[in-house]
């Protein structure tokens, strides 16, 4: 079994790297300012079929939101003359796939036609379709997942939570540069990667309860532990103005505060609970121009040395061109090289983690050259709630995980001031899409998720007041059962996205 998972999963990579994380104004340090040659479009271990059914999803999914704004222009241009409806309506359903609000449309004889409402209706009616195709075709599943939770106990883990920076440039994380089945791997954002440290708890305890009542994933008495990680992002193009913006594109600062997170999280689970309640700690960069990663290897205590990773990029390189069991070697060999008295169990992890990066490297060098394009923020809308389980792919969607819109200001504040280069200062307004997903099995949950909804909308209209009375900023609010594999349920849109459910 643990093999399957191997060969569907991935596995290792990189030598030593030993000096000091960068910070702005730096020269010559580890992660290596400035550009790395290309070196080797592929590897050894790169599962080519994977990476190209991966591509095609990006593609159909990007191709269908960066359709929008090309089509609404040819429409624009239409708005005077005959038989205006009825061409736009056939323009919309040949390059958009849908039909537009009729009444938007009539209203274009009298005056201008209002863009900024039908752009964001767009947008929320192309995310529905999407979602929709995410929820019952599967198009990310993964070969084998089920024996994803048997790999990780076998590697001494009962639970892998990842807390990913909310920047639009890490939402493919999970499925694409740790190549991970998404729906066995709990993931939450925050701005910086600054995680919620009590809801982390919250959620360590329900881990616990279950393996106390249920025995889910493995019985209480199992020798495995809970394992927080957190995913901190550089730039190696840009490194002083693409880095991640809730630190000041300071990578030794957003790497230094992701530890403290840990440390600090670890410490109130030892503090509020047992002795025997341990948690264990990974740190994880990611450079978001190539999608390789940094991996900060803890020692056998679980401590971790930020001046002391592996760079994936250098090993990718040096490893390429060997046969396969000897990269696989090459891999665990840098591991211990970094940290020589590293757990078996963590080893085994980070060396999966690692050879599933090469298929990433090797993606973006296949796909893209020797970088993204996209460099800096292109997220095409903005998600305020919780759910988002589809949100698997890069620079689609800036997140802002919350209960409330307070308690995550600085969230959705850093996201307003993106969308304010990426969309208002063009003139287009900031969709945000306000989710809270359910369990249906709870009573009253769905009308809780209703009222959440709608209380959030409410907040932010009213913190972003400017916006929202100058037509910049529209909100469609959506839920979902988590215990049933069912689309979205729109619940109410500015833009009146609901008018026109039934047209798609």
């Not at 493995?218 to 495995?224: F, K, L, M, S």
């Not at 979902?480 to 619940?491: F, Q, S």
Request: aromatic share 8%; net charge negative; charged share 25%.
């Amino acid at each position: 079994m643990q093999r399957a998972y191997n060969q569907s999963i991935g596995r290792r990579t990189r030598p030593v790297g030993t000096a000091p994380l960068r910070r702005p104004g730096a020269v010559g340090s580890a992660a290596g300012a400035g550009m790395r040659t290309p070196g080797q479009a592929t590897h050894v271990l790169c599962r080519e079929q994977e990476n190209a059914r991966l591509h095609d999803y990006e593609r159909s999914v990007k191709t269908a939101f960066d359709a929008i704004v090309p089509t609404l222009k040819r429409i624009s241009a239409l708005q005077h003359e005959e038989d205006f409806e009825t061409r736009a309506q056939d323009i919309a359903r040949r390059a958009l796939g849908f039909e537009l609000p009729a009444e938007i449309l009539s209203d274009a004889w009298v005056e201008q036609l209002d863009m900024r409402r039908l752009f964001a209706w767009c947008v929320f009616a192309t995310y529905r379709r999407f979602c929709d195709a995410f929820f019952t075709a599967d198009p990310l599943a993964v070969d084998a997942a089920g024996e994803f939770d048997a790999f990780l106990q076998s590697c001494g883990f009962h639970t892998l939570d990842i807390s990913p920076c909310a920047d639009g440039r890490l939402a493919h994380v999970i499925r694409y540069v740790l190549r991970l089945p998404h729906r066995a791997v709990r993931r939450k954002s925050y701005a910086g990667a600054m995680f919620d440290i009590e809801d982390s708890i919250q959620k360590w305890v329900e881990t616990e309860m279950l393996r106390y009542r249920e025995g889910r994933p493995n019985t209480a008495d199992a020798p495995t532990r809970y394992l927080k990680v957190v995913v901190y992002h550089f730039s190696s193009v840009d490194p002083q103005h693409q880095g991640c913006a809730a630190h000041g594109s300071d990578d030794a600062l957003a790497a230094s505060a992701g530890l403290g997170k840990l440390i600090d999280f670890q410490r109130a689970i030892e503090n509020s609970f047992c002795c025997g309640a341990s948690i264990d700690l990974l740190l994880i960069g990611v450079d978001t121009d190539t999608d390789a990663i940094r991996v900060h290897i803890p020692g056998g205590e679980g401590g971790i040395d930020l001046d002391r990773y592996i760079d994936t990029l250098e090993l990718f390189g040096a490893t390429a061109r060997q046969p396969a069991a000897q990269a696989i070697r090459a891999i665990g060999d840098a591991v211990r090289a970094v940290s020589a008295d590293i757990a078996p169990g963590m080893a085994q992890l980070v060396e999966r983690l690692i050879e599933n990066n090469f298929s990433q490297i090797a993606y973006v060098r296949s796909y893209h050259g020797r970088h993204y394009a996209d460099i800096g923020h292109a997220e095409r809308f903005i998600g305020a709630g919780v759910g988002f389980e589809e949100i698997q792919l890069r620079n689609l969607m800036y997140f802002a995980y919350l209960d409330t819109v307070e308690e995550a200001t600085q969230d959705l504040d850093v996201g307003i001031k993106i969308f304010t280069g990426l969309n208002v200062s063009h003139g287009l307004p900031v969709p945000v899409v306000v989710r809270f997903d359910y369990h249906g099995q709870v009573p009253g949950a769905r009308e809780r998720a209703i009222e959440h909804c709608q209380r959030i909308t409410e907040a932010l209209q009213a913190r972003y007041a400017g916006l929202a009375q100058r037509g910049m900023l529209h909100v469609m609010q959506v839920m979902r059962d988590c215990n049933e594999d069912a689309p979205i349920e729109v619940l109410a849109c500015s833009a009146n996205v609901e008018s026109a459910a039934g047209g798609h």
